[in-house]
């Protein structure tokens, strides 16, 4: 059983930052990587950005040069460091554990319960 533990939200202003951070416990087969999603009411959840155990990273176009996703191995926690945040980033954020295919981040059925980020104009 994997378990999916978020924390760092809040409410900032435009052009702050936040770092997000969620600790896994547990395994299971096929987990090798770790995402960042996020969702706005009555929308999807959409991929933010992703990191695989070897380091291969995956950034939605729209956050590109501004958020930087990690992982501390030894804590077995993954970050989302969020910089010169917008408005239009405002969502719930969820971690996920996955895996990579080539390029491309492959969500499994753990999920974190969510952290709210708001930011203000």
């Known amino acids: 059983q994997v378990q999916l533990v978020e924390s760092g939200g809040g409410l900032v202003q435009a052009g702050g930052s936040l770092r997000l951070s969620c600790a896994k416990s547990g395994s299971a087969v096929g987990l090798n990587a770790m995402g960042w999603y996020r969702r706005t009411p009555g929308a999807e959840r959409d991929l933010v950005a992703a990191?695989?155990?070897?380091?291969?990273?995956n950034y939605a176009e729209a956050v590109k040069g501004r958020f930087t996703i990690s992982t501390d191995n030894a804590k077995n926690t993954v970050y989302l460091q969020m910089n010169n945040l917008k408005p239009g980033d405002t969502a719930v954020y969820y971690c996920n554990a996955g895996d990579f295919y080539g390029s491309d981040y492959y969500p499994m059925h753990f999920w974190g319960q969510g952290t709210q980020v708001t930011v203000s104009s």
């Open positions: 990191i695989s155990n070897g380091g291969t990273t």
